[in-house]
């Protein structure tokens, strides 16, 4: 069975009413990015830290997953399908998805401040007294900038063996998930599904680019795949 990668980023997410975080003027909800995403902004105010992410929980819990997460499921018909993406909701996994990397972290898990390994599920608000099994305070299972992404080997090594590699919803900006494209085999197929893509055709050998947003442009990606 031919194997498929698909890199997703916010804009999969969009189309279900979920925040992309960061504004135009680089703000994300009104705050400094390093404010709530960074280990020194936690240390220097973690109640404005847990409370930014409580919200993004609420909104998630009233959420579903749009077409193009059910989209993205049905591959799994004709190919092994393993999804790296770069979002913290479980959209992929309500759709049914089976193998799913979560980059960034998940905002339905949560985990020790003192040890990284200690991560359990977690789906209500974080306040401050919360505490771990070690008597740690608890902090979001979030990959803030400035710490290690512990599963971006496993990612290198998925997307190396795919004879497609789909990018969805994402402006290949933010590193290392970006670096992803480089490691897909010379022979592969690629595509990238975005309204306003970020890359030009002669980008890379094989590639299709879909100009649209991630519902309209996976049913799209079905109709390539599943018609093979």
């Not at 402006?171 to 490691?183: D, E, G, R, T």
């Given at each position: ?106 905002l339905l898990k949560a985990r020790s401040s003192k040890n990284e390994k200690d991560v359990f599920n977690w ?98 990606l079905l109709t390539d795949l599943l018609n093979v």
């Amino acid at each position: 069975m031919k194997r498929i990668a698909i890199l997703t980023g916010a804009g999969i997410s969009a189309e279900s009413g979920i925040s992309t975080f960061r504004d135009a003027n680089g703000l994300w909800e009104g705050h400094d990015i390093m404010q709530v995403a960074s280990p020194q902004g936690f240390y220097n105010n973690p109640e404005l830290v847990l409370e930014f992410y409580n919200q993004r929980r609420n909104q998630l819990l009233k959420t579903a997953p749009n077409k193009a997460h059910f989209n993205l499921k049905k591959l799994e018909e004709n190919y092994h399908v393993d999804i790296i993406t770069q979002n913290v909701d479980d959209l992929h996994e309500r759709a049914g998805s089976k193998n799913i990397i979560h980059l960034h972290g998940e905002l339905l898990k949560a985990r020790s401040s003192k040890n990284e390994k200690d991560v359990f599920n977690w789906n209500k608000d974080i306040v401050l007294g919360d505490t771990a099994k070690d008597g740690s305070q608890i902090r979001p299972h979030i990959v803030w900038f400035g710490e290690d992404v512990p599963l971006l080997e496993k990612a290198i090594e998925i997307t190396e063996k795919a004879a497609v590699f789909i990018v969805i919803g994402t402006s290949m900006q933010v590193y290392p998930a970006a670096s992803l494209v480089n490691f897909v085999s010379k022979d592969a197929l690629i595509y990238f599904i975005d309204p306003k893509p970020s890359i030009t055709k002669n980008a890379f050998n094989n590639l299709k680019i879909i100009k649209s947003v991630a519902t309209l442009g996976t049913d799209k990606l079905l109709t390539d795949l599943l018609n093979v």
